[in-house]
């Protein structure tokens, strides 16, 4: 097992393994993304408050919870890659950063829509909307001082600890936008928590969120590969790799 | 003289540096010891400064490692700081302080020798500026101010860049002397310098990291 | 002679650091005068209706407070990067990140212990109730130190950087956010004529919590970007 990961740890072999594993992934990611779609569109029932329009739970949940899930995998990463030093692991935190702005951003605007019929707003300052919000910009700022640092290397462990901090404040600022919504707006209609949800309607949402789950992991070794042959450009392997495909 | 410095010993080992994806040196290794100097030559850009900041532990080297006395430097972080002195490009002097307050700053934060301000200010021909504000200084002046740093604390190894740079021949013959002293108490050095250096018969390890890269 | 300890190390890098600002007294004024100058802005902006300046008063001088001190954030290292005592700071024999508590509190000195003293001025130009005010300061006194050492964070990061401003608030607003709502609320809270224990409870356990972690985050920053 230690020897797996000792391997893994290899750039080259990274790569190598990554790519034969994508595929698969994708296929598995299309399968459940088929189900869960079919099973939440056509399967489950209709809600007898909302209707139809609350549908776009299903993408809008597991992109809420992809959002938060993926800035741990990053923060988790970069302290792995800065206590250990290991390239990979700095890799895969600021591969991470652009897939979880992108499932923030969707979370932000899926809840916006689904908010208009159940509210009559676009936008309503409800509590998880704005720690969405504000995760995206904890989530921008990752990728702006990435961009801004010339030298890779500073610029990912620069990062990891802007994602360490980041993950230190995360419950508080939850927190804090919770206490501040109920003592701004009262008690509102908390449509993300139904107390009870019927299995018909579980089982897609379980389905999308699996389905989201390894659409996450497909993109983020593909851009890891990007990253990775980027920074090995001057390495041996990648100079034998590009004159073997050209 | 009883103020000679303990043995002490710096062991770099298959040093690797990168910066932007060039490398700048792979597999460097060199030993440092009592009264021994490391002479770095090269190019612009070919990694002195680089080279220097790694030995100083502010920069990681890519590979390899760094002892003194056995310990890794960067598990002895404050401890190693405790016996070195680095001075770099930037003279690190604050310009709206006095002479004597940039001065005072940094023995306190060092580890003082039992040189007082004023003489250290003295040797390096600085006397009568104590009450000046830096920023009223010459460019060669500060450049002695820094290098009074060297005098009022007291560090084994000296980490310098440069140290020439902005004086004349006469302040050179001076930071020479200064450093033949050091030398002579047991101390190291580890230097670049475009000037030729002048150390009488001192031992000196020439490293050149153009012909190195090249 | 022997090597300073550490609660020396402290006090010497604290004096210097109030000496300097001293000497260069005529910057530190700035944020101050920013602070006063987008309270009053306020007003003009969406009118100067008591009542609603009442309600609104507390947002308006937290906020402006935060940009103030955001504003200020820069000048924390600066200097120090420009002319290089920032590197022989670092390679002192001394554990950085106390150091790092005395920048960071000789900065708060500077720059956020004059916004108390303005504080009140404001307090009554938004026509806030006496009680507001009292908790604003205590508000004030308990915020912004968690805002300097939370920002020192963000300045270490950035503080090699050529464009490293507009990064700067990108990075360390977000993270203000709950300063902001507790502080905000407290002072809202106690115009309405209610307790505000809660609230200062809370936003002394930021401070604690603020004054525990921030120092090694800001050490371990510095040390990347230096490198």
């Not at chain 3, 300073?4 to 944020?31: C, G, H, V, W």
């Not at chain 3, 009542?51 to 600066?78: H, K, N, Q, Y």
């Not at chain 3, 307090?123 to 005010?133: E, F, K, N, Q, S």
Request: net charge neutral; glycine share 8%; charged share 15%.
């Amino acid at each position: 097992m230690l020897k797996f990961f000792h391997r893994m740890a290899s750039p080259k072999y990274f790569y190598q393994f990554a790519g034969k594993l994508i595929p698969w992934l994708g296929v598995a990611c299309l399968g459940f993304m088929l189900a869960g779609l079919y099973d939440g569109l056509l399967v489950a029932p209709t809600d007898y408050q909302q209707g139809d329009s609350y549908r776009i739970m299903f993408v809008h949940v597991p992109a809420a919870w992809m959002s938060l899930f993926i800035y741990m995998v990053m923060a988790t990463a970069g302290a792995i890659g800065l206590i250990w030093h290991i390239k990979l692991a700095e890799v895969m935190a600021i591969s991470s950063a652009h897939v979880g702005a992108s499932f923030t951003f969707l979370a932000l605007v899926t809840g916006s829509i689904w908010g208009k019929p159940m509210w009559g707003a676009w936008w309503v300052w409800d509590a998880r909307l704005t720690s969405e919000l504000i995760l995206l910009f904890l989530y921008l700022g990752v990728i702006a001082l990435y961009n801004a640092v010339e030298d890779k290397r500073t610029a990912a462990r620069a990062t990891s600890i802007l994602a360490l901090v980041g993950v230190v404040n995360i419950p508080i600022i939850h927190y804090s936008v919770e206490w501040w919504n109920t003592l701004h707006q009262g008690p509102t209609v908390t449509k993300f928590d139904a107390p009870s949800i019927d299995l018909r309607m579980l089982i897609p949402l379980l389905l999308m969120a699996v389905a989201f789950k390894l659409f996450y992991a497909v993109v983020v070794l593909m851009r890891a590969r990007c990253e990775i042959l980027q920074r090995e450009r001057n390495s041996g392997w990648v100079k034998e790799l590009v004159r073997a495909s050209s | 003289m009883t103020d000679n410095y303990p043995v002490a010993a710096l062991e770099a080992r298959e040093l690797t540096c990168i910066r932007d994806d060039r490398a700048l040196f792979t597999d460097l290794s060199f030993d440092l010891g009592p009264a021994q100097v490391l002479l770095i030559e090269g190019r612009n850009g070919s990694g002195k400064t680089s080279l220097l900041r790694i030995l100083c532990g502010i920069r990681m080297p890519e590979t390899g490692s760094i002892t003194w006395n056995g310990g890794n430097i960067y598990r002895l972080a404050t401890g190693y700081n405790a016996s070195t002195a680095y001075i770099g490009h930037k003279d690190g002097i604050k310009l709206e302080l006095t002479a004597a307050e940039n001065l005072g700053f940094a023995r306190s934060l060092g580890s003082p020798s039992g040189i007082s301000l004023s003489a250290a200010l003295e040797q390096m021909e600085l006397g009568g500026y104590d009450d000046i504000q830096a920023i009223n200084l010459s460019a060669g002046q500060k450049r002695r101010l820094a290098l009074a740093r060297l005098l009022v604390t007291r560090s084994i190894l000296w980490i310098l860049d440069e140290p020439f740079t902005s004086l004349d021949t006469h302040g050179i013959a001076m930071v020479e002397e200064l450093i033949t002293n050091h030398l002579a108490k047991g101390g190291m050095l580890a230097v670049t310098s475009h000037h030729p250096v002048r150390l009488g018969n001192a031992d000196i390890t020439r490293i050149n990291l153009s012909e190195r890269s090249a | 002679m022997t090597t300073a300890n550490l609660s020396q190390a402290f006090m010497i890098l604290l004096r210097r650091d109030l000496t300097l600002a001293y000497r260069r007294r005529s910057e530190m004024i700035n944020p101050l005068l920013f602070f006063v100058l987008v309270t009053a802005l306020f007003p003009l902006g969406i009118g100067a209706d008591p009542t609603l300046l009442r309600e609104v008063g507390p947002g308006i001088i937290w906020v402006a407070a935060l940009l103030a001190a955001l504003l200020s954030l820069d000048m924390i290292f600066r200097s120090d990067f420009d002319d290089g005592s920032l590197e022989q700071l670092l390679l002192s024999p001394h554990p950085l990140s106390i150091l790092m508590i005395a920048k960071v509190f000789a900065h708060w000195l500077i720059t956020g212990l004059p916004l108390l003293v303005v504080a009140p001025l404001l307090g009554v130009l938004l026509d806030l109730p006496g009680a507001a005010i009292r908790t604003l300061l205590v508000t004030l006194a308990l915020g912004t130190p968690v805002l300097s050492l939370i920002g020192t964070i963000g300045v270490a990061l950035t503080v090699g950087l050529r464009k490293g401003g507009m990064i700067l608030s990108l990075l360390v607003l977000p993270l203000y956010i709950p300063v902001l709502i507790f502080a905000a609320n407290a002072v809202a809270t106690s115009g309405a004529g209610l307790p505000v224990e809660a609230h200062l409870s809370l936003l002394t356990a930021l401070l604690v919590l603020a004054v525990s972690l921030s120092p090694a985050a800001t050490a371990a920053a510095l040390r990347i970007s230096l490198s």
